[in-house]
């Protein structure tokens, strides 16, 4: 009989985002080794996981200073209520804001039904242990509750980015300081998905048992896929960046230096988003030059993952966008999905791990100024890529990973692993 596992963690699958088709592709090869007991944000699929035996939600408080997210690059009018939260959307604010948002105290009022279950759970059947992804700070509340009731519950924290982070403005660090230490205090055992995160919590955390097992793609999507080089005549090409656009990604940067590639070459460009745009995405869009004619956009809005697939297999250009000011850590999980695909990546980003990964190798990198976006899409025409190794991107193989730590760490604390006798 297959032990239980309990995973925590922000979304399940079903849902237009990257991290949901992740959370699938995992949870399938997770299910051929244990029950899975999954706990996820209501927020962030409301229906059942059909990989668990059971799927608890958690609750969590709607932001009232959440920008909003528009399907489309027109839509520019903000109502009386948009305009006040502009005036409101200020650091001290928001920081203020997002403390008590995501505080413990609230946050363990507002889940004391799931607390309630997860006492029947613990009382009622042998864990094996628990898995939990983050930088999702609820999912580090719930571990929590976890280890007070049941103290010799081995868990594993992956982490996909650092929690204490600068991105972005009003971060509440009281809150994050907070859940640095719960990490380095909950955890038996923790996954980095990159080489930044992992020297990150190596220094943190010394004595910690510690994997680097990086994200990955599923590879049953892309086995028809092939490099192919653009060509160097004046046909159009097209781009694509699969996900939504938010929290100051310079979007605006990016169409000025398509027009400007477009200028310079007599080349025109079609960028399709798989996403939506927040506001503050729609405004840059709006003052951003470029013409019709030379640099055309569309805007499909959120699309199921294998509609997404199909934009992403017709393009010839695969798009990252990063925040301004960088996470300088993590590494998008679009990343891998457009490595799988073998198509070149115009990576817009300072993020020094991303540009590790990309540059020179799966495409061309460049900052958030348009004459350096410019000369990287025309690099991205001169230049071949060598996609032959993508394999060990595969999610299969990260999905191994996991579980050959998760066995670790459970056989080390007293559980046999799957398969094994002790």
Known sequence: MRETLIVISDYVEGEPVVASV?????????????????????????????FSEENYKYETVESVFTQTMRSGAMAT?????QLVENLL?????????????????????????????LDDLLASREIAAVFVTVPDVYALYILDYIKRKSPHMQAVIEIRDIINHSIGKGNPKY?????????????????????GIYQYYRIRNPQ??????TNGYDENLFKDSDFMRLTRTSEPISLVHIGSIYKGRNIGALMEGLELFYRQTGI????????????????????????????????????????????????????????TRGSG??????????????????????DQELISLVQDRYGECAGHDPKAIAASLGQL?????????????????????ILEFLGHITLDGGINMIGKEV
């Not at 951003?288 to 250009?317: C, D, F, Q, T, W």
């Not at 850590?329 to 300072?350: D, N, Q, R, S």
């Open 89 to 117: 959307r200020n650091p001290w604010t928001l920081s203020a804001w997002r403390n008590y948002k995501y505080s413990k105290f609230k946050f363990d009022r507002k889940n004391e039904a799931l607390y309630a279950k």
């Open 175 to 195: 809150v994050f300081r907070q859940a640095e230490q719960m990490i380095s205090r909950l955890a038996d055992g923790i996954i980095a998905v990159s080489e």
């Open 329 to 350: 850590f993590a590494i998008p999980g679009k990343t891998f999905e457009y490595i799988g695909a073998c198509k070149p990546i115009l990576a817009v980003t300072e």
């Open 268 to 323: 025109a460009v079609t960028l399709h988003i798989a996403g939506l745009l927040d506001h503050q995405a729609v405004v840059d869009i709006d003052r951003a030059e470029y013409s019709g004619p030379g640099v055309r956009m569309h805007i499909y809005g959120s699309m199921e993952h294998h509609n997404a697939v199909k934009l992403l297999k017709a393009a010839n250009v695969a798009v990252i966008l990063t925040h």
């Open 22 to 50: 992740r959370f699938a592709g995992l949870m399938e090869f997770f299910k051929e080794r244990y029950e899975l007991i999954v706990i996820n944000d209501r927020n962030h699929g409301i229906h059942a996981s059909e």
């Open 208 to 213: 910690k048992e510690m994997e680097l097992i």
């Open 77 to 81: 009018k903000w109502g009386v209520r």
């Open 381 to 401: 025409i001169k230049n071949s890529y060598d996609f032959s190794g993508r394999h060990k991107y595969s999610r299969k193989l990260q999905a191994e990973r």
